[in-house]
């Protein structure tokens, strides 16, 4: 059974730093991309980063550019995304999501089958 476990939301002030995990479990991530998603309530699902597990690519959103690491551990499942520099406007709930690599549509959420439950994270002085 595939299934992604998201882990290590929680609240810090702005400019601290958050690390999320993504465990999957039912398949190897090693065959598939895996990409981080947030959302706000009353918003879409706005695509964040993304691992192409075919090369060790990486994919990341403008508003996170040079502030978020998304890393695979190569001896677990595991998909790290290491948030540095935390702002305001980055609080959500984050959610892994996995599935073939989309090339330039990677941040479309449409395009992913499988989703783990979430994982809060809240910025806040």
């Known amino acids: 059974q595939v299934q992604l476990v998201e882990s290590g939301g929680g609240l810090v002030q702005p400019g601290e730093s958050l690390r999320l995990a993504c465990e999957a479990y039912?398949?190897?991530?090693?065959?598939?991309?895996l990409t981080w998603f947030r959302q706000t309530p009353g918003n879409e699902r706005e695509g964040v980063a993304c691992?192409?597990?075919?090369?060790?690519?990486?994919a990341y959103a403008d508003s996170v550019k040079g502030r978020f690491r998304i890393s695979k551990d190569r001896s677990t499942n595991i998909v790290y995304l290491q948030m540095n520099n935390l702002k305001p406007e980055d609080p959500a709930t984050y959610y892994c999501?996995?599935?073939?690599?989309?090339?330039?549509?990677?941040?479309?959420?449409?395009?992913?089958?499988?989703w783990g439950q979430g994982t809060q994270v809240t910025v806040s002085s």
């Open positions: 039912g398949f190897s991530l090693d065959y598939y991309s």
């Open positions: 691992f192409n597990s075919n090369d060790a690519s990486t």
């Open positions: 999501a996995t599935g073939q690599w989309w090339g330039s549509r990677w941040h479309d959420s449409t395009l992913y089958d499988y």
